[in-house]
């Protein structure tokens, strides 16, 4: 791999193509990028509907890297769609296609132990230098715990998590696997069991951010998956979302209280609702039959709020409603958050849970007593291409 890369670093440098970094702006969709950068508008033609749906899922305000010939004509473009997967546009005599690719990272178990001196948040801030094992942390607890009334100067907390590397640089969110403070000599805890879901130290779901399922009664015909490799088309997919089967023109509910911030059409997911919710997160309704009635930018809407009408617009092969789901940007799996009918673990689920639950304890037992120190990184990467020794290699 490494004579790979080093090869085509010395044929890049030999024929002075040119790496740009460019922002996806506000507005910007593929064909616009095509657009602008003189490229064929068939190249977003040619694609089948589920890359044509994918172009949809850029991330305004990213980076994406853009590499030119001497003569100023796009040769390449990596366009990161979330941080498993990326479009590579290339361009050979004024033919281009795109495909979606890996990026690849390493994933990273870590954990550490802190003795709180100022607040969790700050603390943890300070000790790992980053600001979203701070906010997962306080998210997990917020709605169980009062810190500022009950926190004590020397309590101690433990987080065991997953944090990705690209580049020997950590990058994107990290994934809590499991944390726990105790607070007067009485430990609190919240562990990821097998569901994705998070739980107590008493197997209740952990109520930090809860939505409601969008339609009722439906069967979910597809679920989420950031990436997979298709083994008869040979080619990465994802799925970013989860797919509700229902009847055309079932009610579609807003899944969260928040703040519509788009509903319009789209392309690929035909008529599209996003809607607003605390703690940078938002949810897409797509291939809406309509909208409800006076559903409009800017207008709050309470959760089980009706907001439109399940429906096959855009790019769909039958009705359904497809649920996405996003953490500042970053699609995540909606059923990790969407409410079960009871919100406790019961039988065999319990003692799977349970025995989840002992490995972890044992786990936090360690580092209390090795003090075991987080890892600084000054520059954690929330988007995925800016780092400057990432350029040469990345292409
Ligand atoms: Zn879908």
């Known amino acids: 791999m490494r004579i790979i890369l080093?090869?085509?670093?010395?044929?890049?440098?030999?024929s002075a193509h040119q790496v740009a970094y460019e922002r996806w702006?506000?507005?910007?969709?593929f064909l616009t990028f095509l657009e602008r950068h003189n490229l064929p508008s068939s190249v977003y033609?040619?694609?089948d509907d589920e890359d044509k749906t994918l172009t949809e899922e850029i991330i305004t305000g990213f980076n994406y890297q853009v590499m030119r010939?001497?003569?100023?004509?796009?040769?390449?473009?990596?366009?990161?769609?979330n941080d498993e997967l990326q479009l590579h546009l290339t361009c050979n005599d004024g033919a281009c296609s795109v495909a979606p690719i890996p990026i690849e990272s390493q994933v990273r178990r870590e954990a550490f132990m802190l003795e709180i001196n100022n607040s969790p948040y700050y603390d943890i801030e300070k000790a790992t230098g980053s600001k979203a094992l701070a906010q997962i942390f306080v998210g997990g607890f917020k709605n169980s715990l009062n810190f500022r009334r009950d926190l004590q100067k020397g309590d101690r907390l433990v987080m065991v998590y997953e944090q990705r590397y690209r580049f020997g640089k950590p990058f994107s969110m990290p994934k809590l696997l499991s944390t726990m403070i105790e607070m007067r000599g009485k430990?609190?805890?919240?562990?990821?069991?097998?569901?994705?879901?998070?739980?107590?130290?008493?197997?209740?779901?952990?109520?930090?951010?809860?939505?409601?399922?969008?339609?009722?009664?439906?069967?979910?015909?597809?679920?989420?998956?950031?990436?997979?490799?298709?083994?008869?088309?040979k080619r990465y997919r994802a799925h970013l979302g989860v797919d509700y089967a229902a009847r055309s023109g079932t009610p579609i509910m807003a899944a969260g209280n928040g703040k519509v911030i788009y509903a319009g059409?789209?392309?690929?997911?035909?008529?599209?609702?996003?809607?607003?919710?605390?703690?940078?997160?938002?949810?897409?309704?797509a291939h809406m039959t309509s909208f409800k009635k006076g559903i409009k930018n800017g207008m709050r809407v309470k959760q089980g709020e009706v907001i439109g009408y399940v429906g096959s617009t855009g790019l769909s092969t039958g009705p359904h409603l497809h649920f996405g789901l996003y953490k500042n940007g970053n699609a995540i799996n909606p059923e990790s958050v969407v409410q079960v009918a009871t919100n406790a673990l019961?039988?065999?689920?319990?003692?799977?849970?349970?025995?989840?639950?002992?490995?972890?304890?044992q786990e936090f037992d360690t580092h209390l007593e090795t003090q075991t120190a987080p890892s600084r990184f000054d520059d954690f990467q929330y988007v995925y291409y800016l780092s400057e020794d990432s350029k040469k290699e990345a292409l």
Do not use: W
């Open 265 to 285: 059409y789209n392309r690929g997911y035909g008529n599209v609702v996003k809607i607003n919710h605390e703690g940078s997160y938002t949810t897409l309704y």
């Open 6 to 14: 080093l090869f085509f670093s010395l044929i890049y440098s030999l």
């Open 45 to 47: 033609y040619d694609l």
């Open 69 to 81: 010939d001497d003569q100023g004509r796009v040769v390449q473009a990596l366009i990161p769609i």
């Open 346 to 361: 019961s039988g065999k689920q319990r003692s799977a849970f349970m025995q989840i639950k002992k490995k972890y304890d």
């Open 25 to 29: 702006g506000d507005g910007e969709t």
């Open 187 to 233: 430990r609190y805890g919240i562990y990821l069991h097998e569901d994705d879901r998070y739980y107590d130290q008493s197997g209740a779901q952990v109520e930090g951010f809860l939505l409601a399922t969008p339609v009722r009664n439906a069967r979910i015909s597809s679920r989420f998956t950031k990436r997979r490799f298709h083994p008869v088309l």
